[in-house]
DNA sequence: GTGAAAGCGCTAACAA
DNA sequence: TTGTTAGCGCTTTCAC
């Protein structure tokens, strides 16, 4: 089935083209054509052609949100947020899932691109140097998670240090002496940053050993594998902080399976599953403010799109999703 | 920066637009001239506007995956399947989350329509007819999970009847004798089939008590609720199949929180959350091939996309993501 | 095989 | 206020 042009409508209507283009983006009219104007649109069941003023304007309203797995509930619920406050701008997001794999990052890089999208949401899987051609062209793109490393990128972020020493120091709270560490890949910032937070409050409250920090894939069989290597250890843990949702529960399925019982050892996680609600003895959970992250780098991506020229911003949240003045510890150190 | 256009390419090589184009196409050039064209558009590092050429054929890489809840692992899986196949064909995935909101899924069809999609995958929320007026228009749509009632989509989805068959018949293989149901929305098709199934295999096994029967919203909540509700009867169930992911979950945790032992009560349900990985007694999951569906859904779409007019077909898979000859139950009962 | 020219559906100058 | 016109960047006849 044909669909109507903005020329039939003015046929119907018995004006120009332009009138109609006029009505349908408010401006002043005389009340007499736009009614007309507007009858023909109803009868013909006009809506404009986006992609035709996309092209006549240079704007577009579709937006990029990149990845790294959409089959991670964090993700998800960073998605849930920014779609949110997206649609309600008129806005729409384009799905690109990027499995941690650069190359696939890069050629959501060149769709953006090929699409002229006016700017991106993207979680950087580990250097973020993929998306300096977008900066270059002058797209916008804030980062989440994880930073890119360019004074042109704004970045929203979770307060990653506090929540780890949250974690960490409620260990020692609870009773815990010998307090381990499963974090993530040493590339990855997020990772870097829990560890360190975990090191710094086993300093505090007595030293660190080395021995007990693992580093996985942030996936649950690395959190699984952890798990055996820590209690394999000639003195193994007796508390142990899970620096993300998958390691957690990888860890947790370890535990059931060499039949440890709830409490015996401590655990604690940044972020946990949705609906994992098991009030298990033993077990803290500091969340990860996921939802308001994709909230927030929304709204800064939509001021940068009506053309916010401030310098970029670096928005840190605690895990309540309110922001924090300062990220409560700016600088990570390097992956051992 | 600006970007360079097929005019600026044609103008450093010396030939007329048509030839770029020729050549960005495909078709047959005289080498030389492609080679110097290859040149230029190396050097001015040229990419075709994906927006002009969409306007000019009439055709565009952008689809729409509509789906109640982002959140749900269920359709997560769905979409990455779906996402994997598209982009591999060059084709992008548009994030349309509804919330099952009936003006929700309506403004995506609107979305749809004015950005000229060629198509789209589709959770239908309740009754599919929000996206009748797509297929007037003649763009394929592919119904996931949920029918649209309409001979002109296709449709993908699990064998639901025969997933519960398996989980109501574990039930009495396991020496349950008082099997219940806790079961969806009745408006969700797959609320109704599933309830039919469990309705049909207790039928077999001695009977079905109409008060074992509890229609929730498939939400976590409304599977502790019924949770409460089973037990507070004068004569409990002692075996229960949850109809879904997220009303397992919730009944699980209200188990939990009654202090019922693992085992005590059979639990059956048909798919669980991933990474849900702890093997308690008692508790059988079936699968469903959620990242299969949203495979063979892609594909379906990009036949039709490609021009396939062949009458509309309606895939079933089983457990393993198998296509299965026959729907094992075509018609489900209306709500009671 | 190649180029000139028209046109996809819209908006924005510019005139009237 | 309104209409005429040009043009966004591409593809595709149609001549050559």
Redesign the pocket.
């Known amino acids: 089935m044909?669909?109507?042009?903005?020329?039939?409508?003015?046929a119907h209507a018995?004006?120009?083209?332009?009138?109609?283009?006029?009505?349908?983006?408010g401006?002043?009219?005389?009340?007499?054509?736009?009614t007309r104007v507007r009858e023909a649109i109803a009868l013909l069941e006009?809506?404009?052609?986006?992609?035709?003023?996309?092209?006549?304007?240079?704007?577009s309203e579709m937006i990029a949100l990149v990845i790294p797995d959409i089959q991670n509930p964090f993700f998800t619920a960073l998605a849930r947020g920014a779609e949110h406050v997206m649609r309600q701008a008129g806005y729409s997001l384009v799905l690109c899932n990027t499995d941690d794999n650069p190359d696939y990052e890069a050629s959501y890089v060149q769709v953006i691109h090929d699409e002229?999208m006016p700017g991106a949401i993207v979680a950087p899987s580990t250097t973020g140097t993929t998306f300096l051609p977008l900066l270059d062209e002058g797209r916008p793109v804030v980062a989440v998670d994880r930073h890119i490393e360019d004074p042109r990128a704004d970045a929203v972020m979770a307060d990653n240090f506090a929540g780890a020493v949250e974690a960490t120091q409620w260990q020692f709270d609870q009773g815990s002496t010998r307090v381990a560490c499963i974090t993530g890949p040493p590339q990855v910032e997020t990772a870097r940053a829990r560890a360190h937070a975990w090191h710094e409050v086993c300093a505090r409250n007595g030293g660190a050993l080395d021995e007990y920090l693992v580093w996985t894939d942030f996936q649950p069989g690395g959190g699984a594998d952890a798990l055996d290597y820590l209690l394999d250890l000639p003195i193994p843990p007796n508390g142990i902080v899970a620096a993300n949702n998958l390691t957690a529960v990888g860890m947790l399925g370890a535990m059931v399976r060499r039949g440890i019982n709830p409490g015996e050892i401590t655990v604690s996680a940044c972020e946990m599953l949705p609906y994992f609600s098991m009030p298990l003895p033993g077990l803290l959970t500091v969340p990860l403010p996921a939802r308001a992250i994709g909230e927030h780098a929304a709204r800064l991506l939509l001021a940068r799109i009506e053309g916010d020229t401030s310098p970029a911003k670096n928005v840190v949240l605690n895990s309540e999703g309110e922001v924090v003045p300062a990220p409560s510890h700016s600088a990570t150190p390097p992956a051992t």
């Open positions: 044909r669909m109507a042009t903005i020329y039939e409508v003015a018995g004006v120009s083209p332009a009138t109609v283009s006029r009505v349908m983006n401006t002043a009219v005389r009340p007499e054509l736009e006009y809506r404009p052609s986006r992609r035709a003023r996309s092209l006549r304007t240079n704007q002229r």
